[in-house]
C-alpha cells in the first residue's frame, strides 16, 4: 500500500497527524471495534485515569491489529471518543509517543461524547 499524505497546512503536522492521505494499491482491510480501557475479560481498568485509559485502550488496539499481521503503520483513520476533551488532549503525548515511534500519522478526529458503553469508560479508539 502507498500512502501519500494530503497537509495544506502544516499545524496538524505538529500534533502528529495528516490531515488527508492518499491510499493506493490496498489489498487487505482490517475494521476495528472501538478500544477502551478493559482487561483480556472485558473488565473495566483505571476508573477516573484518562492517561491511564488512554494507554490500556492503545495496547488494545495495537493487539487487534497485531492480531491481523499488521503494525500501528497500517492505521489509515483514528476516531477518538472522549468523555472529557479536555482531559484527552492533555495527555495527547501518548498517543503521539506511540505513533511516532513508528512514523505513523493516520488523519484523526477526536469527539466529545456525554457516555461510553461502560459508564466508567473515559476514552475509546476506533480505527
Same mark, same amino acid.
Given at each position: 500500500?502507498?500512502?501519500?499524505?494530503?497537509?495544506?497546512?502544516?499545524?496538524?503536522?505538529?500534533?502528529?497527524?495528516?490531515?488527508?492521505?492518499? #491510499?493506493?494499491?490496498?489489498?487487505?482491510? @482490517?475494521?476495528?471495534?472501538? /478500544?477502551? &480501557?478493559?482487561? !483480556?475479560?472485558? %473488565?473495566?481498568?483505571?476508573?477516573?485515569?484518562?492517561?491511564?485509559? #488512554?494507554?490500556?485502550?492503545?495496547?488494545? @488496539?495495537?493487539?487487534?491489529? /497485531?492480531? &491481523?499481521?499488521? !503494525?500501528?503503520? %497500517?492505521?489509515?483513520?483514528?476516531?477518538?471518543?472522549?468523555?472529557?476533551?479536555?482531559?484527552?488532549?492533555?495527555?495527547?503525548?501518548?498517543?503521539?509517543?506511540?505513533?511516532?515511534?513508528?512514523?505513523?500519522?493516520?488523519?484523526?478526529?477526536l469527539l466529545g461524547?456525554?457516555?461510553?458503553?461502560?459508564?466508567?469508560?473515559?476514552?475509546?479508539?476506533?480505527?
Amino acid at each position: 500500500m502507498n500512502r501519500t499524505p494530503i497537509n495544506p497546512w502544516t499545524w496538524s503536522l505538529k500534533l502528529g497527524y495528516n490531515q488527508g492521505e492518499i #491510499l493506493e494499491g490496498v489489498g487487505r482491510q @482490517l475494521v476495528c471495534a472501538g /478500544q477502551t &480501557a478493559v482487561d !483480556g475479560d472485558g %473488565n473495566p481498568r483505571h476508573p477516573g485515569d484518562m492517561r491511564s485509559q #488512554l494507554t490500556l485502550a492503545l495496547d488494545n @488496539l495495537e493487539a487487534v491489529v /497485531q492480531g &491481523a499481521g499488521m !503494525g500501528l503503520t %497500517n492505521i489509515t483513520r483514528l476516531t477518538i471518543y472522549a468523555t472529557d476533551v479536555d482531559a484527552a488532549l492533555q495527555h495527547f503525548d501518548v498517543l503521539g509517543a506511540r505513533m511516532g515511534r513508528v512514523g505513523a500519522a493516520p488523519p484523526i478526529t477526536l469527539l466529545g461524547v456525554t457516555r461510553l458503553a461502560i459508564p466508567s469508560l473515559l476514552i475509546e479508539i476506533e480505527a
